[in-house]
């Protein structure tokens, strides 16, 4: 199935994309959609551990797998400099 | 208070005359006068907050300059608490300020923040900002998270019960590594945002959610998260840095 991912701040400067559609099976986790993501963007790569994914509005867990009509959304990690 | 200098501040129809007469009766405790913190102070006693706590332990440094409008070369090895107060109390004499020279710590934070109307953050790591957010939650008191990296700026007010807490959206952080890039003039345009967070929640209006601003590339976006239905601290009541 098809889904589609809303990309935040520097992923959507990365891609030069606000959305992007990814191919994944069904019942795929996050992780695996991270990953698909990466293998077109490689410049990603080193963000793996600290992207922040939201499943319909709420962040959640690599584990978590996606049913159709997710909505699914790529940030970054939050920044602590003051 | 003296409203006279509000009146151009009274006529804006989001806070009004009633706003207004509110604000002087606020305190508000920052924890941190760096970038974030002295400009937000600056700010929030510019507007008429009753009484603003500035907590921060550190000392001016000339490598602080660039990214505050309130530190001069003069203030230079002094503490930041004491020049805060000293030079805000000349801005609005009505105005409660007291520069409070503390690290916070899990030890003495309660005590700091028992009465406040609101916290915020002005900190510049991580640990102080779950220790915020750990009181917060557990004795129900406002507070706005801010952070800054580089060219971006983050920012969401936390209301406890209704809004997620900083639990919610952060679940895994970068380790920091060697100094925090910040670009000279982004702590004063997200201490702004904070700021105005900051008055949505003592005002009662709805807050913008989670703001992500690159003041380099003008992206600004906000996301509306909802809670994590297992925040550990949120959701369990787990307060792991108190
Ligand atoms: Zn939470």
Redesign the pocket.
């Known amino acids: 199935m098809k889904i589609k991912v809303k990309l935040i701040g520097r992923y959507k400067d990365i891609t030069g994309k606000t959305e992007l559609e990814l191919k994944i099976e069904k019942g795929d986790t996050i992780w695996h959609v991270v990953d698909v993501f990466i293998k077109q963007y490689p410049k990603i790569e080193k963000d793996k551990k600290f992207i922040m994914v939201s499943k319909n509005n709420t962040y959640t867990t690599p584990d978590a797998k996606i049913e159709n009509g997710d909505e699914i959304t790529f940030s970054p990690p939050v920044v602590s400099g003051g | 208070m003296n409203f006279e200098r509000f009146q151009r501040q009274i006529i804006v129809p989001e806070l009004g005359e009633e706003g207004q007469q509110l604000l002087p009766k606020k305190h508000i405790v920052i924890i941190g006068g760096g970038g974030l913190g002295s400009n937000s102070s600056n700010i929030l006693t510019r507007i008429g907050i009753g009484s603003i706590d500035i907590v921060d332990d550190d000392l001016v440094e000339l490598p602080n300059l660039y990214r505050t409008s309130i530190f001069n070369e003069e203030d230079v090895g002094r503490p930041k608490c004491q020049i805060l107060e000293e030079k805000l109390q000349k801005i609005n004499s009505e105005v409660r300020i007291r520069g409070i020279k503390k690290r916070v710590t899990k030890e003495n934070i309660h005590s700091i923040v028992k009465n406040a109307d609101i916290i915020l953050d002005g900190t510049d790591n991580m640990q102080t900002r779950f220790l915020i957010n750990d009181i917060s939650i557990k004795h129900n008191i406002p507070w706005v998270y801010a952070g800054v990296y580089s060219t971006v700026g983050m920012i969401m007010g936390i209301h406890p019960k209704h809004t997620?807490?900083l639990?919610?959206i952060s679940q895994s952080i970068p380790e920091k590594t060697g100094e925090i890039p910040i670009l000279g003039n982004l702590p004063l345009t997200i201490a702004s945002i904070e700021c105005t967070e900051a008055m949505k929640l003592l005002l009662g209006k709805q807050l913008s959610g989670f703001i992500i601003y690159d003041v380099w590339n003008q992206s600004f976006e906000q996301m509306n998260i909802k809670?994590?239905p297992r925040?550990s601290?949120?959701?369990r009541g787990i307060f792991e840095f108190l």
């Open positions: 997620p807490c639990k919610c809670r994590n925040c601290c949120c959701q």
